[in-house]
């Protein structure tokens, strides 16, 4: 009986050890934090909810029932290229491009917006079940986010939905805005703290934390909300970081703690 159990605690002291000393579960992963190498101005009255960088146009959704909208900037000269209106009582949150189609969501109002991507008119609308909070696109399909620990994936030309994927390690995460960044993975302010997380969209992994505190003054901090846009700027490894009735718009690098 003796050498029963000794032969059975062998196999269980390398499961532990797997566990708590190789790389298990419950290992936190990699900390970022941001480098700030550039900043632009950017419109206080904007109550952030989505942002997207497509080629040298920057689209930015806003949301407030009443002061909804979408708008298209040039990267370059920061001209307004088109603007458009959200009627009451839409609320509107993240926005993305997908081929000749600029998508809009909503937050409660459970309808999608189809614009064209440079008058940014709205050709045709749909319906959808839940909350809309982000947007991007990646690989052919849409990313949503809905204020939970799960992702949602759409069809970039009906919406209809096609799958999902839950958070593995942070279990109980508010994602927020979106980003489909170039190496695949997707970027998601983790609300409402200053937290980004970078995901992998196919396991639901947290690949990296980025600590955001700390790129607004106290002073700036008290007149603003939650951080909540950021879009890599492509072709580079800086995105664009900015949030809710923010005065700037910081151009940031992600590197090791």
Same mark, same amino acid.
């Given at each position: ?113 189809? /614009? %064209? $991507?440079? !008058?940014? #008119?709205?050709?045709?609308? =749909? *319906?959808?079940?839940?909350? @809309? ?20 994936? /759409? %069809? $970039?030309? !009906?919406? #209809?939905?096609?799958?999902? =994927? *839950?958070?593995?390690?942070? @279990? ?21 703290? %200053? ?63």
């Amino acid at each position: 009986m003796e050498r029963n159990r000794r032969s059975l605690a062998v196999p269980v002291l390398v499961c532990l050890l797997a566990v708590a000393g190789c790389g298990g579960v419950d290992e936190e992963p990699p900390q970022l934090r941001i480098e700030v190498v550039g900043t632009m101005p950017h419109d206080t009255k904007a109550f952030t909810q989505g942002l997207e960088v497509d080629g040298r146009v920057l689209y930015e959704s806003t949301g407030m029932s009443g002061e909804s909208g979408v708008r298209a900037t040039d990267l370059g000269t920061g001209a307004e290229l088109a603007r458009a209106e959200l009627p009451a009582p839409y609320f509107g949150e993240g926005v993305t491009r997908a081929g000749d189609t600029l998508w809009q969501i909503t937050w409660k109002d459970r309808v999608a917006f189809a /614009r %064209d $991507p440079v !008058t940014l #008119a709205v050709r045709r609308q =749909v *319906t959808y079940e839940g909350e @809309g909070w982000g947007l991007c696109t990646r690989a052919g399909r849409l990313v949503m986010s809905d204020g939970t620990d799960t992702l949602t994936f /759409r %069809d $970039p030309e !009906t919406f #209809a939905p096609t799958g999902t =994927v *839950t958070l593995r390690d942070r @279990g109980g995460a508010h994602l927020n805005e979106l980003d489909c960044a170039q190496d695949g993975s997707v970027y998601a302010n983790d609300y409402p703290t %200053d937290r980004i997380l970078r995901i992998d969209p196919d396991s639901g992994e947290v690949l990296d934390v980025v600590d955001a505190r700390g790129l607004l003054s106290p002073t700036e901090r008290a007149r603003t909300d939650v951080i909540n846009g950021i879009a890599q700027l492509p072709g580079t490894d800086r995105f664009l970081v900015t949030g809710k009735y923010w005065p700037t718009v910081f151009e940031v690098r992600f590197v090791p703690v």
